[in-house]
């Protein structure tokens, strides 16, 4: 990726940002997440420097790599995939700014303990299979909201700032659109939840005008 497509494709990516945003809300502020997991610490510096400051990666050894990497500039790194057990110290240590894929209560359980082992806190999202898919990770949306208050007041070094969904697998506008709204309305019963993260290159504009506070975007970004 050359600068000029980091600068062209930030650009395209924030004016359909701003398109839909402006469609929903004037004062609504929707953060852009820049998932850097195919590409490589030269092309993140590309559009670090194209003004892109929050970037996530899926895996723990990819994203203590790039944060090694790119250790001098202040970039605000986030974890978006399923966290094997066995990495949860090692994804601690990293102190990502949030960790959107907190898929079940085992994982929850442990992850509390070994924060509590190492003093420290980390921001989390709970991830929620909206479209109902066995393919994917999280908690089912009958009992999101009660998992949600249930980790929150448990796991007391989690700190829950709300909800993370991948959008219906379909070429179905509608399915899409409907997987977003059953997210939203979890994100709108979980009490002091801040954060509703669903979107990605091929359905963010529908995640926004569905309520999205926080889009994941890898594919139209590092092209
Ligand atoms: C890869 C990934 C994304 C970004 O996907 P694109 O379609 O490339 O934008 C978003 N969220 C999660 C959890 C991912 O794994």
């Given at each position: 990726m050359t600068k000029e497509n980091a600068i062209k ?37 590309k ?177």
């Open positions: 494709n930030l650009d395209e990516v924030i004016t359909k940002i701003e398109f839909s945003r402006l469609q929903v809300d004037n004062h609504k502020i929707v953060q852009l997440v820049a998932i850097s997991k195919y590409s490589t610490a030269e092309d993140v510096q559009l670090y420097e194209s003004g892109q400051r929050a970037f996530g990666e899926n895996k723990v050894q990819d994203l203590k790599i790039k944060q090694e990497a790119l250790d001098d500039l202040p970039i605000a790194w986030h974890f978006v995939g399923s966290l094997q057990k066995n990495k949860i110290n090692n994804l601690i240590d990293l102190s990502p700014v949030l960790m959107h894929s907190l898929d079940s209560l085992d994982l929850a359980e442990d992850l509390d303990k070994k924060l509590k082992a190492k003093n420290k806190k980390m921001n989390c999202l709970l991830q929620v299979n909206s479209a109902c898919e066995d393919s994917k990770s999280g908690f089912s949306k009958d009992e999101a909201i009660d998992m949600y208050h249930k980790i929150k007041e448990k796991y007391t070094n989690i700190n829950l700032k709300g909800i993370m969904s991948i959008g219906a697998h379909s070429e179905d506008r509608t399915q899409i659109i409907e997987s977003f709204k059953t997210t939203k309305n979890i994100f709108d019963n979980c009490q002091g939840a801040t954060i509703c993260s669903m979107g990605m290159s091929g359905d963010f504009e529908m995640a926004i005008l569905e309520g999205s506070s926080m889009i994941r975007v890898g594919s139209a970004l590092f092209k």
